[in-house]
């Protein structure tokens, strides 16, 4: 007789639901049919170097205290879903979205977003949560770990906005009571 025990099998079922994830963020509808999403998945050795690359941002960032504790609270973790999108218009012209008054206007302004790139990217992010949460993993959308994936360029130097969901099993939410800044609200 085999006896499998959860805690053996914790990680490759946390990957398992990241996969899962992907499919769930690919398959999102996205405006026009344009897909601009990148999405992967890093194990426990990435996440720590990217854990690393949030302590060295928070040195001199407004920022410092959210980077550190969420450097933290990754560490916690073993395998971590990734999402960004590239800034593209899809050539709508007219939609005024954006806050310019065409796509041509739009295109002088290249770190300005799109409206339906950040749009499809909630959507899609909003579709690989809903994932982990049928499959009962806790789980948090972090946007310092994001932008950190970002300024890493780790999932390619044209995707501007990103953000990453930590995915984890354990008999407590270790992404529920993250301690919030002193200083918020002063």
Known sequence: ?????????????????????????????KARGTDNLA????????????????????????????????????????????????????????CGLCGFTSCQEKSLHPQCPCAFNTGDLGIALGAAVSVALEHRVDNRIMFTVGKTVQKLGLLGNEVKICFAVPLSATEKNIFFDRKINPDQGK
């Not at 805690?7 to 963020?25: F, G, H, P, W, Y």
């Not at 593209?88 to 012209?93: E, V």
């Open 39 to 94: 999405i992967a998945i890093v194990e426990k050795e990435e996440i720590t170097k990217i854990a690393a690359a949030m302590l060295k941002l928070a040195e001199n960032s407004p920022l410092s205290h959210a980077l550190k504790r969420d450097a933290e609270n990754i560490l916690t973790t073993e395998i971590m879903f990734l999402i960004g999108t590239k800034i593209k218009p899809l050539g709508l012209n007219d």
């Open 1 to 29: 007789m085999t006896i499998i025990f959860e805690e053996n099998i914790r990680t490759s079922n946390l990957k398992d639901v990241a996969s899962k994830m992907m499919i769930a963020a690919r398959t999102a509808p």
